[in-house]
C-alpha cells in the first residue's frame, strides 16, 4: 500500500501548501476585499484537509505534520498587508493579483487530481480496508473542486478590467 | 368617525381589528400642513411613497401649486387608506429652502453655478474623451433605489448599449441584492413569491431580521390590526433587539449576529427530524432535499444554541411553531441580508417554504423583501447588476433577445462577465481603472461601509464625479459636477413594491429653480452623446415617463416581470396592481409560483447559480444536468463564522440599522419637522447589563471605535443583547459643521465609519451587522436623554425618559368609513 501512503504524502503537502498560499494571498491582497475574505474561508478547508489527511495517515502507521496556523508569518505577513495597502491606489497590482489566483488555480488543481487517484486507490483497495479513504476522498474533494471554480470565476470576473486598463 | 391622533408618538395610529381571512379594515389618514383646511386643497394628486419599500399609495393635497398635504388611498390594495409617519411628515422636505436649484461645477476646488448646458457638456466632453483614450470600462454608473422605473430602465440602456460599459449599479446593493440572488439561488429567477394578502390568512408569521414595524410600518398596522381579531396570527421574531414586533412575538430569538445560518439548519433539521414536511411537494416541485437533509442531519438545535447563544428549547420552540402551522408567511430582511452568509440564510428560508409546501396559496407565502421603494425596478430594469427584464447575461438567446428590443448587435451589450456590482465599482475607481463616475439619487459617502475610504476614493482628482440629487449631501460636496433633480411629486413616473404591486406617481407642482428630472437629465446626456442603434436611428426613442413606460413594457414583454397589461391610464383608474399583467392576466397577478416553478428551466431562468459559500458562477452544463426539468432548488450551506469577530480590544459586536422616523441618509426626513424632531441626532443602544458593568446611563456621551474609525452619540439603554451595540445608519455631516465628514470640530457622527468593506460573496451586498467596535465614555450625561426615540426598538429598559411626541404639528385625521367601499381587494374572497 506504498502506493497510497505516498499519495496521502503528496495530497498533505499540497492542502498544506494550499492554506498556506490562500493566506498569503489573502495578505498581499487586503484591499482586494473579496479575494481577501474569501480566500481566507477558503483556507480554513484546506487546513481541515490536512487535519483529516493526518489523521488518516496516523491510522496507517505514517506520521504527517500538523496543518499551518492561519498565519504563521508573523512579520511577513504584516509586510504583505502594508504593501498592499500602500498600492491601493494603483492598478498593477492588478497582474499581480491574476497570477496570484492563477497559482492557487493551479495549486487546486494538482490537490484535485491527487485526490483523484486517492479515491481510485481507494475503490480498488476497497475490498480489503479502505472504506476511510474513499469517504475522506469524496469529502474533501468537492471542496477542493469548488477551489478551483472560485479562483476561476475570480479571475473571469476581474480580468476583463484589470487587462483592458493598464 | 374621525379622530386626530399624534402619529409621532402614536406611530401605527388606532386599530381596527379583523379576523383570519377577513379584508382589512380601510382607515384614511390625512394629514394637512397647519392652517390649511379641507376646503382650500384645490387638487388630489395620485402618487405612492417614496421613503420606504412598502408602496403606501397616497393623493398628494395642491393649493396654489404648493404641495400642503397628502391622504392615503383607501382603493390601494397596499395600505388600504393608511399612511406611515414618514409618508404623512417626509413630503415637506420638498419645499426645502436648501434645495440645489442650479448645476454646480468645480471650479478652482470649489463648486460654483452654472447652466445646464455648461454642466451637461462638460459631462459628455468627459465622457467621449474617457471612451476614446480608455475605453467603456473607465466610466461608471451607480444609481439609486429611489428614482422611477422609467428613469432606471432610461439609465440601463444609455449605461449597458450606448456607453457600453459593465459598471451599472444601484444602493439597492445595499438593501436588497441579497433578495434577489436568494431568489434566483432557489427559483431560478428573481419575483417575489408571495403577496402582502398572505399577512390577512397567515397562522404563523415568522420574520427573520425584519423589523417591519419600522421599515414597513404600514403592513405592521395590518399585523397588529390582525393580532387584535379573531383567530390572531402567531409570530416567530428573529432579531437581536428588543423591536416591537418581539414584544408581539409568540416565539422570539435574539441571536449573536452572524449565525442566521446556523440557526436556520437548526430549524430545518427540526423540520426534518419531525417528518413536518410535504413529500408531495418535494417531489413535484423541487430537486436536491437529499443533499439538504444529509447537511442539516447534524444541525442540532443544541449544536445551534452554542453558535447562536440563544437556548436550544427556544429554537426548538421556533421549530415547531413553523413547522406545525398549516399557513405559514416569512419575511427577511436585513438582518439576514446585511450580514455575512447573507445569500445562504436566505435561501434557507426558501427552503423552509419549499419542504413545508408554504409556496403560491393564500396564507402560504414567501416575501424576501426589499429595503426601498423602488428598488423592485432597479433590479427588473437591470440597473442593479443584472440584465432587463430578468435575462441571464450567461445565456446567448437572452442577450440576442435583448439586442433586438434595442435594435444593437448582441456584441454592443457586454456580458462577457457578470454587470459590475457597486462594491467592485468603488475599488475600480480606488485602483484608477475607473476614471467617471455618475451617482444619482444616493449618497455613498455616508451610506456606504468604511467612509474614510469613501471618502478618500470620492475625493480623488483623477475621477470625475457628476452628483444628481436634490440637496448638497455629503457625496455632492465632493463632485465635480452636481446637477439639481426634480424629485417624487415633481415628475411623473411608476414604482414597484417588494409585493410587485406597480404604483403611478404623478406630478403634482413644478420642481424648485431650474431643477430636472431625473429622466430629463438622462435623457438629455442620450442626446449630447449621440447614442445610435444598428441602423443609425437614436438608440433612445422616448422623450417623456409614459413613452418611457410603454418602451419598457416592450422589453419586459414575456419576461417575469411581465409590465404589458398595464398603461398610465390603467394604473390611474385602479391604483396599485402586481405584476406580472398581461393579457392572460389582465387583473395582476397576486402570487407567483401557484402551479409549480415557471422560471427555473434551463433556458428561461436568470441565472444558472453560485456557489452558496464562495460565491463561484456555475456554468449552463452543471446547471442543466442538477435541474433539467427547472424545479425549485433546495440548496444547502454549511455555518461559517463571521470575519471580524469581538476580541479584548474590540469587545463588543456592532450592528447597524434604521429608525421609523427616517430613511436612508436623511437628506429628505432630517428636513421634515416633525420627523427630525422624532430622531434628531444619532444614538448608540447598549444592553442594560453591560450599562451597568460599564458604569454607564442613559444619556452618556460615549465612542463607539471599530479597527476603521469612530463615531460619538448618546446612550440609551434598552434591552438589546447583551454583548451587542446597535448605532442608526441616518446620520451624516450635513447638518453639521463638517460638511462631507469628520473634522477637527466634527467628531464622528455616521455608523459607517466603524463598518467594515466585505460582502457576501454570493449576492455582494455588504455587512452593516457583523462589525467589532469598543465602547467608551466620552462625557457624562447632563441629565438629558439621548435623542433615541422612545416609542421604537430604542426605547429605554427602565429610566424614565420624556415620551417621544410630536405635538399639535404632528395630528393627523384618520377616519374610519362606516361601510366598505371597495370590494373589489383580494382579501375579501
Known amino acids: ?166 | 368617525m374621525e379622530d386626530t391622533t399624534d402619529r409621532i408618538a402614536r406611530p401605527w395610529g388606532a386599530r381596527a381589528p379583523y379576523g383570519r381571512h377577513e379584508t382589512w379594515p380601510t382607515r384614511v389618514d390625512t394629514f394637512l400642513a397647519q392652517g390649511v383646511e379641507p376646503g382650500a386643497v384645490q387638487r388630489w394628486v395620485q402618487s405612492a411613497s417614496i421613503l420606504h419599500s412598502d408602496g403606501d399609495a397616497m393623493d398628494v393635497a395642491v393649493a396654489d401649486g404648493r404641495m400642503v398635504g397628502v391622504r392615503g388611498r383607501d382603493a390601494d390594495r397596499v395600505n388600504r387608506g393608511r399612511l406611515g409617519p414618514k409618508d404623512l411628515f417626509g413630503w415637506q422636505a420638498n419645499a426645502s429652502r436648501d434645495r440645489l436649484t442650479r448645476p454646480l461645477v468645480r471650479r478652482d476646488g470649489r463648486l460654483v453655478e452654472t447652466d445646464w448646458d455648461t454642466a451637461m457638456d462638460l459631462v459628455a466632453d468627459r465622457s467621449r474623451a474617457l471612451l476614446d483614450s480608455r475605453g467603456p470600462g473607465s466610466i461608471g454608473f451607480y444609481t439609486s433605489g429611489q428614482l422611477f422605473l422609467e428613469e432606471y430602465y432610461t439609465l440601463t440602456v444609455l449605461a449597458r448599449a450606448g456607453i457600453g460599459t459593465h459598471h451599472l449599479d444601484g444602493n439597492t446593493r445595499l438593501c436588497t441584492a441579497t433578495a434577489a440572488e436568494a431568489l434566483k439561488e432557489t427559483f431560478g429567477c428573481d419575483g417575489q413569491p408571495g403577496s402582502y394578502d398572505d399577512f390577512d390568512h397567515a397562522d404563523v408569521i415568522a420574520l427573520f431580521g425584519h423589523n417591519i414595524a419600522e421599515t414597513q410600518p404600514v403592513q405592521w398596522m395590518r399585523l397588529l390590526d390582525r393580532l387584535e381579531g379573531a383567530d390572531p396570527p402567531r409570530l416567530l421574531c428573529v432579531d437581536p433587539r428588543p423591536t416591537r414586533v418581539a414584544e408581539h412575538a409568540a416565539v422570539h430569538l435574539a441571536p449573536r449576529v452572524g449565525t442566521n445560518v446556523a440557526l436556520l439548519n437548526a430549524l430545518l433539521h427540526e423540520t426534518i427530524r419531525h417528518e413536518r414536511i410535504d413529500r408531495d411537494f418535494i417531489a413535484a416541485h423541487t430537486v436536491g432535499f437529499e443533499e439538504l437533509a444529509a447537511r442539516v442531519a447534524d444541525c442540532t438545535p443544541k449544536w445551534a444554541a452554542e453558535i447562536c447563544d440563544v437556548p436550544a428549547a427556544l429554537i426548538e420552540e421556533a421549530a415547531e411553531l413553523v413547522g406545525t402551522t398549516d399557513a405559514l408567511v416569512s419575511t427577511v430582511l436585513q438582518g439576514v441580508y446585511q450580514s455575512h452568509q447573507a445569500t445562504a440564510a436566505a435561501v434557507q428560508v426558501n427552503n423552509l417554504h419549499l419542504i413545508r409546501g408554504m409556496l403560491g396559496r393564500p396564507g402560504a407565502g414567501l416575501l424576501q423583501m426589499n429595503g426601498q421603494p423602488t428598488a423592485q425596478n432597479t433590479r427588473e430594469c437591470g440597473a442593479n447588476g443584472d440584465l432587463p427584464g430578468f435575462r441571464n447575461w450567461q445565456n446567448d438567446a437572452h442577450v440576442a433577445d435583448l439586442a433586438k428590443v434595442w435594435n444593437v448587435e448582441p456584441e454592443t451589450v457586454p456580458h462577457f462577465a457578470p454587470p459590475t456590482h457597486a462594491m467592485q465599482i468603488f475599488r475600480y475607481a480606488e485602483q484608477g481603472s475607473l476614471r467617471m463616475l455618475w451617482i444619482s439619487g444616493t449618497n455613498p459617502a455616508v451610506s456606504m461601509p468604511e467612509l474614510s475610504r469613501m471618502r478618500s476614493i470620492l475625493s480623488q482628482e483623477r475621477l470625475f464625479t457628476v452628483v444628481q440629487d436634490l440637496f448638497l449631501t455629503e457625496t455632492a460636496q465632493l463632485a465635480d459636477v452636481v446637477l439639481p433633480a426634480a424629485t417624487w411629486g415633481e415628475k411623473t413616473g411608476t414604482l414597484t413594491n417588494a409585493d410587485r404591486t406597480v404604483h403611478l406617481s404623478l406630478k403634482a407642482v413644478e420642481p424648485p429653480g431650474e431643477a430636472r428630472s431625473d429622466l430629463d437629465i438622462f435623457l438629455d446626456y442620450a442626446r449630447r452623446m449621440d447614442f445610435k442603434d444598428k441602423d443609425g436611428g437614436p438608440l433612445i426613442t422616448w422623450d417623456g415617463p409614459e413613452s418611457a413606460f410603454e418602451a419598457w413594457k416592450r422589453c419586459s414583454a414575456g419576461r417575469p416581470c411581465d409590465y404589458t397589461g398595464l398603461s398610465y391610464a390603467k394604473l390611474r383608474d385602479t391604483s396599485g396592481i402586481q405584476w406580472p399583467c398581461h393579457d392572460r392576466a389582465p387583473e395582476g397577478t397576486a402570487r407567483l409560483y401557484t402551479d409549480g416553478i415557471d422560471w427555473a428551466h434551463p433556458d428561461v431562468c436568470e441565472s444558472y447559480g453560485k456557489d452558496l459559500e464562495t460565491g463561484a458562477s456555475q456554468e449552463v452544463v452543471e446547471y442543466r444536468s442538477l435541474n433539467p426539468d427547472g424545479r425549485a432548488m433546495l440548496k444547502a450551506a454549511a455555518y461559517l463564522p463571521p470575519h471580524e469577530e469581538p476580541d479584548e480590544q474590540y469587545p463588543f459586536q456592532l450592528t447597524t440599522g434604521r429608525t421609523l422616523y427616517h430613511f436612508h441618509t436623511r437628506t429628505k426626513t432630517g428636513r421634515a419637522p416633525q420627523l427630525n424632531g422624532a430622531a434628531p441626532d444619532v444614538w448608540v443602544e447598549v444592553s442594560a447589563p453591560d450599562a451597568e458593568r460599564l458604569g454607564l446611563g442613559e444619556g452618556d456621551l460615549v465612542e463607539v471605535a471599530g479597527r476603521r474609525g469612530s463615531l460619538r452619540g448618546r446612550l440609551r439603554v434598552t434591552g438589546i443583547r447583551p454583548g451587542l451595540l446597535f448605532v442608526p445608519f441616518h446620520y451624516g455631516y450635513w447638518d453639521t459643521g463638517g460638511g462631507s465628514g469628520p473634522g477637527p470640530d466634527t467628531p464622528g457622527r455616521a455608523a459607517n465609519e466603524t463598518t467594515v468593506t466585505d460582502w457576501d460573496p454570493v449576492s455582494k451586498q455588504p455587512l452593516f451587522k457583523t462589525a467589532a467596535a469598543a465602547l467608551t465614555l466620552v462625557e457624562r450625561g447632563d441629565g438629558r436623554p439621548s435623542p433615541a426615540p422612545t416609542t421604537t426598538a430604542s426605547a429605554p429598559a427602565a429610566a424614565a425618559v420624556p415620551p417621544t411626541s410630536g405635538g399639535p404639528a404632528a395630528r393627523t385625521t384618520e377616519r374610519e368609513p362606516a361601510g366598505f367601499p371597495h370590494g373589489s381587494e383580494e382579501g375579501a374572497r
Open chain 1, 1 to 166: 500500500m506504498n502506493g497510497v501512503n505516498l499519495t496521502l504524502r503528496t495530497l498533505h503537502r499540497g492542502e498544506r501548501r494550499l492554506a498556506h498560499e490562500l493566506v498569503t494571498v489573502a495578505e498581499r491582497h487586503t484591499t482586494e476585499h473579496e479575494v481577501h475574505h474569501v480566500a481566507t474561508d477558503l483556507a480554513r478547508w484546506s487546513r481541515e484537509h490536512v487535519r483529516r489527511l493526518a489523521q488518516t495517515a496516523a491510522e496507517r502507521g505514517v506520521r504527517l505534520g500538523e496543518a499551518p496556523e492561519p498565519s504563521s508569518d508573523g512579520v511577513f505577513a504584516t509586510l504583505r498587508e502594508k504593501a498592499s495597502e500602500a498600492v491601493v491606489h494603483r492598478p498593477e497590482p492588478g497582474l499581480l493579483l491574476l497570477r496570484d489566483l492563477r497559482e492557487l488555480h493551479v495549486a487546486a488543481a494538482e490537490n484535485s487530481l491527487h485526490w483523484e487517484m486517492l479515491a481510485q486507490a481507494a475503490q480498488a483497495a476497497q475490498a480489503s480496508r479502505d472504506g476511510g479513504l474513499l469517504a475522506l476522498a469524496s469529502s474533501c474533494h468537492p471542496q477542493t473542486l469548488r477551489q478551483m471554480r472560485w479562483t476561476n470565476t475570480m479571475i473571469k470576473n476581474l480580468s476583463p478590467q484589470i487587462l483592458t486598463s493598464l
